[in-house]
């Protein structure tokens, strides 16, 4: 299995990436091919979560950086919808003084910090893309779950940690597959790594997104979605995944080319089910993983890519079980598997 140094990281610390906790010894692994079926010898899927949570704060384009450096496979985050219909890439429905502040000298956005958690005015429904990209969201969330994460400047994104959208995301992987700063293997790598990207609704708080989906037919957010990666070319390098599999099936009407992954925090059924439904990935909470499911979900013509596993000896434990994919805060610990 191709493997690439980890020590490409480090040096790109030097230059402004900061992140000391990346050993440079370590190895990730490389590119999948899109077209990969399970239980071949190609290459196992390591998909940075948030970017690279473990490292930087959570889907902001430092943290998409430090795991392009890694050259993982997928980039994973997640999607909302702004104020102005805008896809804004962020995984909270609201704007949290556990990770975001206003940046001082200005005093026209909600303060996270001077208002209650759930304040509707923190909403990122209720919020301009503009006014969320003004956010500095440097904050660590979970000290002791991410000891190594830092909001030091990197090489490309320097120190933006705002709330982006989607198309700067987009824009900001082809910035890095032409930039001199990075190696050549960094560069291809960004030419081709794919983009696992969630939509957050829940049939529970529908206001989240608020754009009246009926639950069948695509909303505002899975159209704005489709356009987004159609307007890039990107249909064979994109998954959609979500909890709320209402979403999938509403965006592949209207989008047929597009790959589906369906998640789980716990068994629904017959993982065969998801596949008649469109389905072409099962992405359980990795401790659903067993012989006997990824046994079921290959028979049923699913790749098996659990979240979020950020321990080397659970990772592979799971490769060891026949997993396709990980989906890790922690990419640089992957380079063994």
């Excluded at 970017?51 to 902001?60: D, M």
């Excluded at 392009?68 to 496979?73: A, G, P």
Aim: glycine share 6%; hydrophobic share 40%; charged share 30%.
């Amino acid at each position: 299995m191709k493997q690439y140094l980890v020590a490409i990281f480090a040096m790109s610390s030097m230059v402004g990436v900061g992140c000391s906790s990346a050993p440079a010894t370590q190895e990730v692994s490389a590119v999948q091919d899109p077209e990969r079926a399970q239980n071949t010898d190609k290459p196992l899927d390591i998909q940075g979560h948030r970017g690279a949570r473990g490292l930087k704060p959570e889907n902001t384009l430092p943290a998409f950086e430090a795991a392009l450096d890694l050259q993982v496979d997928t980039l994973e985050f997640d999607l909302h919808l702004s104020k102005d219909d805008r896809l804004v890439v962020w995984h909270d429905p609201f704007v949290s003084a556990k990770k975001c502040v206003v940046p001082d000298g200005v005093d026209d956005l909600p303060d996270p910090a001077a208002l209650r958690a759930k304040d509707a005015r923190l909403r990122v429904r209720n919020l301009t893309a503009d006014q969320l990209a003004r956010y500095r969201c440097t904050q660590n969330p979970d000290p002791k779950r991410f000891p190594a994460q830092d909001a030091s400047p990197t090489a490309l994104a320097g120190d933006d940690y705002g709330i982006v959208t989607l198309e700067r995301v987009f824009a900001f992987v082809e910035r890095y597959a032409q930039s001199p700063q990075k190696t050549d293997g960094q560069r291809d790598n960004a030419r081709r790594v794919r983009f696992n990207i969630e939509t957050k609704r829940k049939p529970r708080q529908p206001a989240n997104i608020g754009d009246g989906f009926d639950g069948e037919r695509p909303g505002t957010f899975e159209r704005a979605f489709v356009e987004a990666v159609e307007a890039r070319g990107l249909q064979d390098r994109v998954t959609l995944q979500s909890f709320d599999h209402r979403s999938l099936w509403a965006a592949r009407t209207i989008a047929p080319w597009l790959e589906l992954a369906a998640l789980e925090k716990k068994r629904r059924g017959p993982l065969a089910a998801l596949a008649d439904k469109g389905a072409a990935v099962w992405s359980p909470r990795h401790t659903l993983v067993t012989a006997k499911s990824v046994a079921e979900a290959h028979a049923a013509g699913l790749r098996v890519k659990p979240w979020t596993v950020n321990d080397a000896e659970r990772m592979q434990a799971l490769v060891d079980l026949g997993v396709d994919g990980i989906i890790t805060d922690r990419p640089d610990l992957a380079g063994d598997l």
